[in-house]
């Protein structure tokens, strides 16, 4: 177990272990340092995930190096139209005995990536829910817990949408980030190629225990905020709201829906955990507007006009900052 003499000292070493986090993941995944830099923000501040991007970006592949990195057990579901909601949870079976047993199912794991989880339906889809919020599986009245920490990541392809069911807003507003993966960069793609047509496979290095990550999401909880920062990330927040008496005007003109405070809480624990890893004790107005797009930009919903005009989330975020 982690023992420091004071909080300053913690925070000191929680910067040394994202930096040997990033280079230990570094070795396997190219390039793509802020998606990396915001799904660690994300786990540490016991929140999980939503990562758009095309096929064949690595997606799968970063997870299990991270799973790797901190020595976590990791799960991959496939979700497909005929997935059920057993395949995710677990199911009741007959023994041997004729006693009925519980199967675990896939669920029951630290990170569990749920690839394109919009193919399969809501009801499939809302199985997630109670173990993302609760931490827990119920199944035929009883209360099976989820070992933590516990991470969800779901991804969507942007590309193809037929055949799809959308997530719906509530369980979009369960998500800390939707992040952004694009294409990597030219250099970065012919360092892809280098290490991935021989035969040499990259080590990753065991960096934290479950019970250290646990220690450093309780550090990012107890970190100080200044009610500036806390009043700049409420007021974000209820800027997005149109017809609200706080609405910005681009919200009046371009958004059907805004932020909910689920949204101010997650900026806030976001700003903390991004400030520690920058070094600083407390986090500041900049660390809130650093985490405010991954944080809303799936919480925001546009009006037609908004389609109509090509205007996206992002450029809306960037003009209520």
């Known amino acids: 177990m982690l023992e420091f003499k004071s909080d300053v000292e913690a925070a000191d070493s929680f910067n040394d272990v994202y930096n040997n986090l990033k280079n230990e993941i570094g070795k396997v995944v190219i390039g793509q340092e802020e998606v990396v830099k915001f799904l660690l923000i994300s786990l540490f501040c016991q929140g999980h995930c939503l990562l758009v991007g095309a096929p064949g970006l690595a997606k799968t592949l970063l997870i299990k190096t991270i799973s790797e990195a901190l020595n976590l057990k990791f799960n991959r579901i496939q979700f497909t139209p005929d997935l059920m909601p057993s395949d995710i949870l677990g199911s009741e079976t007959l023994d041997k005995d004729k006693n009925f047993k519980f ?155 805004g932020a909910g405070p689920r949204a101010s809480q997650f900026l806030v624990l976001a700003a903390k955990c991004h400030g520690l890893l920058n070094g600083k004790y407390s986090p500041d107005i900049e660390d809130v507007r650093a985490v405010a797009r991954p944080a809303l930009r799936h919480r925001l919903i546009r009006n037609f006009k908004a389609e109509a005009e090509g205007i996206t989330v992002d450029q809306i975020i960037d003009r209520l900052l």
């Not at 394109?116 to 817990?145: D, W």
């Not at 969800?152 to 949408?161: F, G, K, R, S, Y």
């Not at 009043?231 to 829906?257: C, M």
């Open 103 to 257: 199967i675990k199912g896939p669920v029951f794991a630290n990170i569990i990536l749920a690839d394109e989880i919009n193919r399969t339906p809501p009801k499939t889809q809302s199985a997630l829910l109670e173990s993302m919020q609760e931490y827990s599986v119920t199944i035929s009245g009883e209360h099976f817990k989820l070992d933590k920490p516990f991470f969800v990541l779901a991804t969507q392809n942007p590309i193809e949408q037929e055949g799809t069911y959308p997530l719906p807003e509530a369980q979009l507003d369960r998500f800390m980030f939707n992040i952004l993966l694009d294409y990597p960069s030219y250099l970065h793609e012919i360092e892809i190629v280098k290490n991935t047509t021989t035969n040499n496979v990259a080590t990753v290095d065991k960096i934290l225990s479950k019970e250290e990550i646990m220690f450093y999401q309780r550090l990012v909880r107890k970190t100080p905020v200044a009610d500036n920062v806390i009043e700049y990330a409420v007021g974000l927040a209820h800027k997005s709201r149109p017809g609200t008496e706080k609405a910005a005007d681009i919200s009046n003109q371009f958004l059907e829906w």
